[in-house]
């Protein structure tokens, strides 16, 4: 098993650009979700997903969208990149709660 | 909402020195608490976990003890390794249908000197 793979594991963008943060898990969890971790704040929730077809609002979703059309993958989409969504950012998979939750090794993104 | 508040740090010891990192917790029900370890470049991985009040997780020397009385999960381990250095995350997952959700600490950067 790879177990949840991201990428790129590093991305420099312009303001106002576009780009996919990609995820894939190969453990057959219905539950995939996205964090993003800045200095001194911890990790904080994006999006989260429970199944295919099925997404939510984490507790920062402002900027991000994503979708769920397959079990294994989970992209996180940056519409307009802004200098504040400069962070590093993990995928996350688990089989439920209180499960343990796999993460992904990151994705540090920069917005110049 | 949900919350967890864990020590700050930078913490740094000696090899062979005791370590506590302390984690209290705010959260209706009966949320299940975790300890995330990240060594440095990579993901977080999980170290250990507990579910229900007075269980005890324990992993690779480390222990946390679910205590809900003081709302605390406090990461303890008698004797810390060069190796140990990393940043140590508690959090917690809470009950109920959102149940999936990590809410996290900031964070506690351990250092250990040989």
């Known amino acids: 098993n790879a177990g949840v793979t991201q990428t790129p594991k590093f991305q420099v963008l312009k303001t106002g650009q576009s780009m996919t943060l990609q995820c894939a898990q190969d453990?057959?969890?219905?539950?995939m979700s996205w964090y993003r971790q800045d200095p001194g704040m911890g990790l904080r929730l994006i999006h989260y997903s429970v199944g295919a077809g099925i997404t939510d609002q984490g507790e920062v979703p402002n900027g991000y969208n994503v979708s769920r059309s397959t079990t294994e993958d989970f992209p996180l989409r940056l519409l307009s990149a802004a200098p504040s969504q400069t962070s590093v950012y993990f995928c996350?998979?688990?089989?439920?709660?209180?499960?343990?939750?796999?993460f992904g090794p990151g994705t540090r993104l920069t917005v110049l | 909402g949900n919350s967890v508040t864990q020590m700050e740090g930078p913490v740094t010891l000696s090899e062979e020195a005791f370590l506590t990192i302390n984690c209290t917790y705010t959260?209706?029900?009966?949320?299940?608490l975790f300890w995330y370890v990240q060594y440095p470049g990579e993901g977080l991985q999980l170290l250990l976990k507990?579910?229900?009040?007075?269980d005890k997780g324990s992993n690779k020397g480390f222990e946390a003890t679910y205590r809900k009385e003081t709302t605390s999960f406090h990461l303890e381990k008698g004797s810390v390794q060069v190796s140990d250095s990393a940043v140590y995350f508690c959090a917690l997952s809470a009950s109920g249908g959102s149940n999936y959700k990590l809410t996290f600490g900031k964070g506690t950067l351990l250092t250990v000197n040989p």
């Open positions: 507990a579910t229900k009040a007075d």
């Open positions: 996350a998979s688990g089989a439920g709660a209180p499960d343990t939750q796999y």
């Open positions: 959260a209706t029900g009966y949320p299940s």
């Open positions: 453990m057959n969890h219905e539950y």
